[in-house]
């Protein structure tokens, strides 16, 4: 084989085996990914599942893309419900709604409140009238990724029950 020939093969196998690395990443970060996770949850308390809403993802995108400069967890204040998370590394989207539903134990649901407030992910998540979901995330120039998904109609209703 000519060098020629093994600089092409070379080049033809960095190109093949990046594309395929970055197919797995984007898979980890798809609309049905973030749909599973929460369609399982709410699954698990006999709610309805979501659907993808595009709308959702876009302003979610946006946002995500506004706090790139510092990865505050502030949010929106949006006409959506909203969750979000920040983590380091490679942190895939899924992993911070898998973090929200660790919440779930400090629901309590017959006197429906939180213990500390913290549960508020949880039930918007589990939320029985929300029915669109769209979820996005960022890297930050810190390092970080911010995640977040949008909800709608948003949930967190005071004195309503999730489910």
Known sequence: MSSQNHIILSIVFFICSTLCCINIS???????????????????????????????????????????????????????????????????????VKFWLTEKPNYDYHSNSCVNDECLHYTQIVWRDTVHLGCAKSKCKNGWVFVICSYSPPGNVDGQRPY
């Open 26 to 96: 984007l898979a980890q970060n798809s609309p049905q990914d973030y749909l599973d996770v929460h369609n399982q949850a709410r699954k698990d308390v006999h709610v309805g599942p979501l659907q993808w809403d595009n709308t959702l993802e876009t302003y979610a995108q946006d946002y995500a893309n506004k706090r790139i400069k510092d990865c505050e967890l502030e949010h929106s204040m949006g006409q959506y419900g909203e969750n979000l998370a920040e983590g380091y590394g490679e942190m895939n989207g899924t992993d911070a």
